[in-house]
């Protein structure tokens, strides 16, 4: 909280379109949109929500104390009470948290990434670039939110506004200089990170996700422009910079639209930033990389093209951000891998048992391109679908699974409200298009090609990993870093990882 109260009118000055019945000169001690949040004399912000909406807990935040009250709707406020009528809630909600808590985001380097996939993996680098060049780092994202060896629960990739400016706050009280930010789609749709100064956006890659929320590509992608078309040039701080991957067509297309500065990268001929060799190995990669800062060698555990994906585009914002061509080398070999992103377990002669968060049809594609450079003997995968999200892309998980593997484990992932067995179902079809066979347990067990249903997620991981040989790998994919499983509305203590040991522990010593 700041150390000196602000009046409501310091903290609209600058929000278009809003119209006040009240005092405009009342003492702002807090903003909440949560009613439970109230303080006695502050600012509660009604927000319409897809599970429920703000307005039915305005008598809640008015007995709490509430003095202002912010909402899109026509309302007679009670007596001593402000009402602040606005055409935009959550943009609102942004302006009032930014300059309630004095906009922490001007006085660090905040960086957005976001895309469908490798936004975790790129802040991850970006964190060991800087803090490698001495920089004291903060980063939000889905593993967690972290300042050094302090870490937070991270319920949400990108958390809501004033949660966001309150968190930059604190980390701008422990002295942290940059911050490294996963902007997801939802929360630019949701102007989570309006009125944010950001010093460079990151896109990394647009492939099908989400659309239970989007519906349609286009929309998604509109959503994730909204941070190189609006928020680099928002006029809270002088215009960031775009570092755009020119592999993928909507970088593409986003870097003929962007009229601020920008960065390209990629294997693509035009990337200022392209490797022009490389080299992957079982445990790594290697690479020379061309930039206008002169040639980069690296060398990293990371595994895989899709990582020198992240690579190029974390190499790119840290030249973009004044790093030098040493540092950004240093910074990247320093890192030793990322939770729950392609992370290997079981000892190296032993079959490679793999966890990754990959849970997008693209994301299993290109980890399983990685694998097929690495030369396994055969590719198990272990895959499953979310519960309650976008049903068109379970049949192209298993298609990707398919591809990829000579054994497709179907199981369970984070059923929600939905029977796991209509989920794999749908799965399955695309499998059956493949026109891929169902095995039985014992068919597997000879070596046979094809698909099998394990609908427990612990049985379907340990057989996969009872399954593998010497030469073999096994990819436990979709929920990577996660230690948690959501059946029906609850979540249960789950965790691939602790899974895989115990596995590799029963069956291979």
Not at 295 to 323: D, H, M, Q, W
Request: charged share 25%.
């Amino acid at each position: 909280m700041p150390d000196d109260t602000q009046t409501l009118t310091e903290l609209l000055a600058g929000l278009e379109g809003c119209r006040l019945a009240g005092d405009d000169q009342v003492a702002v001690p807090g903003v909440a949109y949560h009613s439970r949040d109230v303080v006695p004399g502050g600012v509660f912000v009604a927000l319409k929500g897809a599970a429920t909406d703000g307005h039915l807990f305005l008598d809640a935040a008015l007995s709490r104390g509430a003095r202002v009250i912010v909402t899109e709707q026509e309302l007679a406020p009670p007596p001593g009470v402000t009402l602040v009528r606005v055409p935009d809630a959550r943009l609102a909600l942004a302006h009032l948290s930014a300059a309630f808590h004095r906009h922490p985001s001007r006085e660090l380097v905040l960086v957005g990434i976001t895309g469908t996939n490798g936004k975790t993996t790129t802040t991850y680098l970006l964190e060991s670039i800087l803090e490698a060049a001495g920089h004291r780092t903060g980063v939000v994202g889905t593993v967690n939110y972290r300042v050094g060896s302090r870490t937070w629960p991270a319920p949400v990739t990108t958390p809501e506004s004033l949660d966001l400016q309150r968190l930059l706050r604190e980390m701008r009280s422990h002295d942290v200089s940059h911050v490294f930010l996963e902007v997801s789609s939802h929360a630019l749709d949701l102007r989570r990170v309006d009125c944010a100064a950001f010093a460079a956006g990151v896109f990394t890659n647009l492939s099908q996700d989400h659309l239970d929320y989007h519906r349609e590509m286009d929309d998604y992608f509109a959503a994730k422009s909204r941070l190189f078309l609006e928020l680099l040039a928002n006029g809270c701080a002088p215009g960031g910079i775009a570092v755009l991957n020119l592999d993928d067509p909507r970088g593409e297309e986003l870097h003929r639209r962007v009229s601020g500065p920008t960065l390209t990268y990629g294997v693509h001929p035009a990337s200022q930033v392209r490797p022009l060799k490389k080299r992957y190995r079982p445990h790594g990669l290697e690479a020379r990389l061309t930039t206008p800062a002169g040639e980069i060698e690296i060398s990293s555990r990371l595994v895989g093209p899709f990582n020198l994906s992240n690579i190029l585009a974390a190499a790119a914002t840290a030249l973009a951000l004044g790093l030098s061509p040493e540092e950004v080398s240093r910074g990247i070999a320093a890192l030793q891998g990322v939770p729950g992103r392609l992370e290997r377990f079981g000892p190296r002669e032993g079959p490679a048992v793999l966890v990754d968060y990959a849970h997008t049809p693209a994301a299993v594609a290109q980890v399983l391109k990685a694998l097929e450079a690495l030369d396994f003997s055969r590719v198990i995968t272990v895959i499953g679908c979310g519960g309650d999200r976008d049903r068109s892309k379970r049949p192209l998980m298993g298609q990707a699974a398919a591809a990829g593997s000579h054994l497709v484990v179907v199981t369970s992932d984070n059923p929600r409200t939905e029977d796991p067995l209509d989920i794999i179902r749908e799965i399955e079809a695309g499998l059956k298009a493949m026109n891929v066979s169902r095995l039985t347990e014992a068919g597997a067990r000879q070596g046979n090609a094809g698909y099998l249903v394990v609908p427990e997620r612990r049985e379907a991981i340990r057989l996969a990993v009872e399954l593998a040989r010497p030469g073999d790998a096994v990819l436990v994919a979709g929920k990577g870093h996660e230690n948690y499983q959501i059946r029906g509305t609850e979540r249960f203590h789950f965790d691939d990882r602790e899974e895989v040991r115990e596995a590799l522990k029963e069956y291979h010593g």
